[in-house]
């Protein structure tokens, strides 16, 4: 996959000792370093993506970890530090009274173009958490996603960064996360805090946490996704089943609960009288296990595999890749108890096309919390925006409609279909939602309404047409 890769190498090899900076800058490898290791009294180590190997033959002193401590950030109790403006991370290790003897000197990149393989889960409104091994990509993939939404989809969006390793260290954030907000936290105890701080003070569309590892930080998770926030996060954790069998995060994905059933129950479920069960809704919607930078294993529905997994049925998962031609491929995979897969479906689909899904709607009028709500419960592909230009449907009230302000009267004159609720309530919205053919490209969308409109006279369940300008120009 081509993607494109902003390091900022350079800012990490000048905080590094000269006898570890000089032999490193020759390595081959050098674009695929992950991490420098520096430990009191052996000699510093270079770790790349498929190796490892001994950058010189002097052993550590510690003028040489003080060398990198004085030119990095100050280290919080997370010991942690970073250089500004920058992604990389230091990492301390300490002895009993406190010094450090260690140093872990880890590359930070952004990767532009990696989140292509979710970028439609991600802009439709519904809660996703990321699972995967450590250095497998999840806080990549979670920068690119606030990017996305803040500078695409035109949503407020806060990244809560605890270890500043989603923005990079310093006052000023990375561009990594382009428009998107970000909050630092001073100690990990109080990410939690931080999490609902954002929600009550700066009325956030969005919410962007790394690492949710607390039941603390998993109950604030729940409270947020509640108040119709959409929350993107990663966890600790390589898959689902690790999830559920957390006790400390299983409530992510609803917690899990003994219930002892009857007789004649067991006998029809053909199971033990005490079995687990989900025991609520689950706060995220989506879970998306990265198996590497360019596959990943998707549960779509949460709740029914999670109730699967419980009750020992097949899971039915949606595997996708990037193949060497830069298309993104997909195929249904059901798996059963035992371990075995079977492929149920197959297909393949571009980068391009797969954000076409989306429909752009412009609402006025409207009540956008509960608009957003009803498409994520109804799953469908809509994108909400600031910018009418740039819309694919005008959505307002008839109320709205009938009084003609200056915004209705730019949509006509655009010719972008209008369509205009009876009232704003949860029903009529879902009603327009099954109107406006969920699932259909924007072009394709946006030719059968019309095409519809023509039909019915100017009005399909709802929607209004654009009325002709006149030679005098707009009404």
Request: with cysteine; net charge negative.
């Amino acid at each position: 996959m081509r993607q494109i890769v902003s390091d900022d190498l350079d800012a990490l090899l000048d905080v590094l000792p000269p006898h570890v900076r000089e032999p490193l800058r020759d390595q081959a490898q050098l674009n695929e370093l992950l991490e420098v290791v520096i430990d009191l009294g052996s000699p510093p180590e270079a770790r790349f993506l498929q190796s490892e190997s001994v950058i010189s033959c002097k052993e550590v002193d510690q003028n040489d970890i003080a060398f990198v401590v004085s030119r990095v950030g100050q280290f919080t109790s997370d010991n942690r530090a970073g250089i500004e403006r920058t992604l990389h991370r230091i990492s301390a290790m300490r002895n009993r009274q406190g010094v450090i003897i260690g140093l872990t000197c880890r590359v930070g990149r952004a990767v532009f173009g990696m989140v292509d393989m979710i970028a439609d889960l991600i802009e439709s409104g519904q809660n996703i958490l990321l699972l995967g091994r450590p250095g497998v990509g999840k806080t990549t993939m979670l920068r690119e996603a606030a990017r996305i939404l803040a500078d695409n989809a035109r949503k407020r969006v806060i990244v809560i960064d605890t270890s500043n390793e989603i923005a990079g260290d310093g006052d000023i954030p990375h561009p990594a996360i382009g428009h998107a907000r970000r909050m630092q936290v001073a100690s990990p105890e109080r990410q939690h805090a931080v999490m609902i701080e954002a929600v009550e003070n700066h009325m956030p569309q969005v919410i962007v946490i790394d690492e949710i590892g607390t039941e603390l930080e998993a109950q604030a998770a729940r409270t947020i996704a509640e108040r119709g926030v959409q929350l993107i996060g990663t966890a600790h954790g390589n898959n689902l089943e690790n999830l559920i069998l957390n006790p400390t995060l299983s409530d992510l994905i609803g917690g899990t609960q003994s219930v002892t059933l009857g007789d004649e129950e067991a006998r029809r479920r053909h199971t033990q009288k005490s079995v687990l069960e989900r025991k609520a809704p689950p706060t995220f919607d989506v879970i998306v296990e990265i198996l590497d930078f360019y596959r990943v294993s998707v549960h779509t529905n949460v709740e029914e595999a999670v109730d699967n997994i419980l009750a020992h049925h097949p899971v039915r998962t949606e595997l996708r890749w990037v193949d060497s031609n830069d298309e993104i491929r997909s195929e249904s995979v059901q798996s059963s108890p035992t371990g075995t897969e079977t492929v149920v479906d197959r297909e393949a689909t571009s980068p391009a096309s797969s954000r076409e899904k989306s429909i752009r709607v412009y609402p006025f009028g409207v009540n956008r919390t509960r608009l957003e709500a009803v498409a994520k419960k109804e799953r469908t592909s809509m994108q909400l925006v600031d910018d009418l230009e740039g819309s694919d449907l005008f959505l307002t009230t008839r109320t709205h409609y009938r009084r003609k302000p200056q915004r209705v009267r730019d949509a006509e004159a655009l010719g972008i279909p209008i369509y205009a609720l009876k009232g704003n309530d949860v029903h009529q919205m879902r009603q327009c939602l099954h109107t406006i053919a969920p699932g259909l490209s924007r072009s394709n969308y946006v030719q059968q309404l019309q095409e519809l409109l023509n039909e019915g006279g100017g009005s399909v369940e709802g929607a209004r047409r654009p009325r002709e300008r006149s030679s005098r120009g707009a009404d």
